[in-house]
């Protein structure tokens, strides 16, 4: 599919999510709420904030969220660094992002800045889009709840949905599907679970970059 294709689609999911009416998560509940409030904004920065050749941490949208917030300071994205609002954000690897730029721009690039260039040139409101759609607002789940949640519905910052199929054998199969149906869903990394456990921020890492329309 042509960059140009991708950047129209987008722009229409992004406006739809920001006229959207505000829906209550199916997100699964837990009696006893985390209380601390570090922000995965810190989390993401702590390593000093730079590209490397590690591909399985997470510097490309530590990047991309930085970039958007830099454009637009008054983003939603910002809720990544208010650690007193509960959220749970699933977060593309930087091998994730590797092979979305291969699937625009048919090629494989080599290095972590150059994928990011090549991210960050879809546009801004594009990479706010696709950032939203990987934070679910107002809940705090963790792998355990996630994997007893097969079926539900996650509202996203973004106002599309996600939806949760999961299993637990030796280690939890948690399968996320979005709107694109025509290709592979991501799957959350049963080796990077819950980020920043304890607080009302968390984070899963993922092995896709998730997708708020059909491409």
Same mark, same amino acid.
């Given at each position: 599919?042509?960059?140009?294709?991708?950047?129209?689609?987008?722009?229409?999911?992004?406006?739809?999510?920001?006229?959207?009416?505000?829906?209550?998560?199916?997100?699964?509940?837990?009696?006893?709420?985390?209380?601390?409030?570090?922000?995965?904004?810190?989390?993401?920065?702590?390593?000093?904030?730079?590209?490397?050749?590690?591909?399985?941490?997470?510097?490309?949208?530590?990047?991309?969220?930085?970039?958007?917030?830099?454009?637009?300071?008054?983003?939603?994205?910002?809720?990544?660094? $208010?650690?007193?609002?509960? =959220?749970?954000?699933?977060?593309?690897?930087?091998?994730?992002?590797?092979?979305?730029?291969?699937?625009?721009?048919?090629?494989?690039?080599?290095?972590?800045?150059?994928?990011? $260039?090549?991210?960050?040139?879809?546009?801004?409101?594009?990479?706010?889009?696709?950032?939203?759609?990987?934070?679910?607002?107002?809940?705090?789940?963790?792998?355990?709840?996630?994997?007893?949640?097969?079926?539900?519905? =996650?509202?996203?910052?973004?106002?599309?949905?996600?939806?949760?199929?999961?299993?637990?054998?030796?280690?939890?199969?948690?399968?996320?599907?979005?709107?694109?149906? $025509?290709?592979?869903?991501?799957?959350?990394?049963?080796?990077?679970? $819950?980020?920043?456990?304890?607080?009302?921020?968390?984070?899963?890492?993922?092995?896709?970059?998730?997708?708020?329309?059909?491409?």
């Amino acid at each position: 599919m042509s960059a140009r294709r991708i950047l129209s689609a987008l722009a229409v999911a992004g406006l739809a999510g920001a006229l959207a009416a505000p829906a209550a998560s199916a997100a699964p509940t837990s009696t006893t709420a985390p209380t601390g409030t570090r922000s995965l904004a810190a989390v993401l920065t702590a390593d000093g904030n730079q590209f490397d050749r590690n591909w399985y941490d997470y510097d490309i949208v530590t990047e991309a969220a930085l970039a958007v917030l830099g454009a637009k300071p008054t983003s939603k994205v910002g809720v990544l660094a $208010d650690g007193t609002v509960p =959220l749970t954000a699933f977060l593309p690897n930087d091998r994730a992002f590797q092979s979305l730029v291969a699937d625009v721009a048919g090629s494989r690039l080599s290095s972590e800045k150059a994928v990011f $260039d090549a991210v960050a040139g879809l546009g801004i409101d594009t990479v706010e889009t696709v950032l939203l759609y990987h934070v679910v607002p107002g809940a705090t789940i963790t792998s355990k709840q996630a994997v007893a949640a097969n079926g539900a519905v =996650l509202t996203t910052a973004q106002g599309g949905t996600l939806t949760v199929r999961s299993y637990s054998r030796y280690l939890p199969i948690i399968e996320l599907r979005d709107k694109d149906t $025509d290709d592979r869903n991501p799957f959350v990394n049963p080796f990077a679970l $819950d980020v920043n456990k304890g607080n009302k921020q968390i984070a899963h890492g993922i092995t896709g970059v998730l997708r708020p329309v059909n491409l």
